[in-house]
């Protein structure tokens, strides 16, 4: 679905992303993992178009995306559950799913009925602002609001950040039920172990490039994943 | 000090307060709005009032056509004035910091002015009488212009229509998340600069509505006919709590009462008339700095 090629993503003169090359297949869950500062967020972002490549190549389902406008981007099919949830405080919960689907024109009736079926809380607190809710119910509306567009690809940054971890479970196992759906996932997670144990393909990320990939179960068992991200 | 204060003078008063706050409300808005999204001082508002002024002039003088059509001519072209000025001035200064925008909006309100010099000439200029709305009214023994009844009316309906087309609207609903985060928006799939665009349009009209009851009010047009007006509406907005709509009609009434009914109970001041929004601001920056209806900070830590 995505194949990134020699990707390099610049801050001004430090090197963010460093020519990351990796393939999101069809159909699957991806992952990206790696420490604070590797560059996996730079990655995400890349792909969405809020920052410039500096070279590299950034394909979607063949047709390359890199350096394009993000509205743009995002009408292909892509969307993005931003890092700290981003939800638009002021606007209500119910708010907040319609502009999710901003560049739909048809009836968003099922849609909002399938969120509410993934995430009940939402329903009972649809008439509440978005700012009122907790960090877990906020990152329920941020994936929501995310499926509204009804992506091909969803790519999500550290939705398990500052949660507890109950409500962690809870996400990845929603992150399951969406693809069991058909919508590709590309995450990134400080969450090596929740993350490696949900994914089909993992990629290890460190200072900006990829320095290990494999399916999310051989790097589980994989010792030097063990050692630096999962603490056994 | 209060002699013959009279209940035809107070009634009198009133019903100039509030057509003078009305029109206050209706430029106020516009600085309030582009405060909203770009938080930006927008300069340049009180000399796009100007030139809306000069539309109505040139439309029903050189043009010759009649008043309502020109009215919503103008503003239109006022609304057409707002996008360009915020396509050429401000929009390839998005990424830059706000202080390049708000000098950019300080130099374009001195093109605007200058530009009026030349084009228009500093000669004052009378602006077209409507005796529709000039014409005076007299109930008992209390006389005033039919303008100040239709004022607050039209200003009440602006306003309740733009709450709609905020709340209750898709496009409404996109400005309301670009203002808080351009870059989640963004992801939304809303194109930021068209709903930026959109306010500036929006703002830019309702000052044009704004300028044509100055204009009916006070019939003079030159150049520089926007700075006091513009000063006072952005003061009613800063007091109303900038950023927000209901805040800046509230602040624009308010500095309209204010202002007259110092004049009405304490007539020696009546040449200070204009200091007083200039208080009111200092007084509202030391007591209030958000205003009356100031922002309130939602955000989680």
């Given at each position: 679905m995505i194949k990134v090629e020699n990707l390099r993503v610049n801050y001004g003169s430090i090197e963010a992303v460093r020519g990351i090359s990796f393939d999101v297949p069809d159909?699957?869950?991806?992952?990206?993992?790696?420490?604070?500062?590797?560059?996996?967020?730079?990655?995400l972002k890349a792909i969405c178009g809020l920052i410039k490549p500096a070279s590299g190549e950034?394909?979607?389902?063949?047709?390359?995306?890199?350096?394009?406008?993000?509205?743009?981007?995002?009408?292909?099919?892509?969307?993005?559950?931003?890092?700290?949830?981003?939800?638009?405080?002021?606007?209500?919960v119910l708010e907040n799913l319609k502009i999710g689907a901003y560049l739909r024109k048809d009836s968003l009736k099922d849609d909002i009925d399938w969120v509410y079926s993934l995430f009940p809380r939402l329903e009972e607190r649809h008439w509440q602002l978005g700012g009122t809710l907790s960090g877990g119910e906020q990152?329920?509306?941020?994936?929501?609001?995310?499926?509204?567009?009804?992506?091909?690809?969803?790519?999500?940054?550290?939705?398990s950040l500052g949660l507890a971890p109950l409500i962690v479970s809870d996400i990845f196992s929603?992150?399951?039920?969406?693809?069991?759906?058909?919508?590709?996932i590309l995450l990134v997670e400080q969450n090596a172990n929740m993350a490696l144990k949900t994914a089909d393909v993992g990629y290890v990320m460190e200072t900006g490039?990829?320095?290990?990939s494999g399916s999310g179960q051989s790097l589980l068992e994989n010792d030097a994943v063990r050692a630096a991200y999962l603490g056994t | 000090?209060?002699?013959?204060?009279?209940?035809?003078?107070?009634?009198?008063?009133?019903?100039?307060?509030?057509?003078?706050?009305?029109l206050y409300a209706m430029v106020a808005i516009g600085y309030?709005?582009?405060?909203?999204i770009l938080r930006l001082i927008n300069f340049a508002h009180s000399d796009i009032f100007m030139m809306s002024m000069y539309f109505v002039f040139y439309l029903i003088t050189i043009f010759a056509l009649p008043w309502p059509i020109a009215f919503i001519a103008a503003v239109l072209a006022t609304g057409v004035l707002g996008i360009v000025v915020e396509a050429a001035a401000y929009r390839p200064l998005r990424e830059a910091p706000r202080i390049s925008v708000l000098i950019s909006s300080i130099g374009v309100s001195y093109l605007m002015e200058n530009f009026g010099v030349v084009v228009f000439s500093g000669i004052q200029k009378q602006f077209p009488p409507v005796p529709a709305f000039q014409s005076v009214v007299v109930i008992g023994s209390i006389y005033f212009q039919k303008l100040s009844l239709y004022m607050p009316v039209v200003t009440a309906i602006s306003v309740v229509g733009l709450l709609y087309l905020i709340d209750k609207t898709k496009i409404g609903m996109a400005m309301r998340a670009t203002s808080k985060d351009y870059e989640t928006a963004k992801l939304m799939g809303i194109n930021i600069n068209t709903v930026i665009s959109t306010t500036f349009a929006i703002g830019s009209m309702l000052a044009c509505v704004g300028a044509i009851m100055w204009g009916l009010k006070y019939p003079k047009i030159?150049?520089?006919?926007?700075?006091?007006?513009?000063?006072?509406?952005?003061i009613a907005a800063v007091i109303g709590g900038i950023g927000n709509i209901k805040g800046a009609v509230v602040g624009a009434y308010l500095l309209g009462f204010m202002e007259i009914m110092i004049v009405l109970f304490i007539p020696a001041l009546s040449s200070y008339k204009d200091a007083f929004a200039f208080i009111m601001l200092i007084a509202i920056l030391l007591l209030r700095p958000a205003g009356i209806l100031g922002e309130k900070k939602a955000d989680k830590v």
């Open positions: 159909g699957g869950i991806s992952t990206l993992i790696g420490a604070n500062g590797a560059g996996k967020s730079t990655t950034i394909l979607f389902n063949g047709e390359s995306i890199g350096g394009k406008d993000t509205v743009a981007i995002v009408s292909k099919g892509i969307s993005l559950v931003p890092e700290g949830r981003k939800i638009f405080a002021d606007l209500t990152q329920m509306l941020a994936v929501g609001r995310a499926l509204m567009s009804r992506p091909k690809l969803l790519m999500m940054d550290e939705p929603i992150i399951k039920e969406i693809n069991s759906k058909g919508v590709t490039e990829i320095t290990l | 000090m209060i002699q013959n204060l009279t209940t035809e003078m107070f009634i009198q008063s009133v019903a100039n307060a509030i057509s003078v706050g009305s309030t709005m582009v405060y909203g030159e150049p520089y006919v926007g700075i006091m007006p513009g000063l006072k509406c952005f």
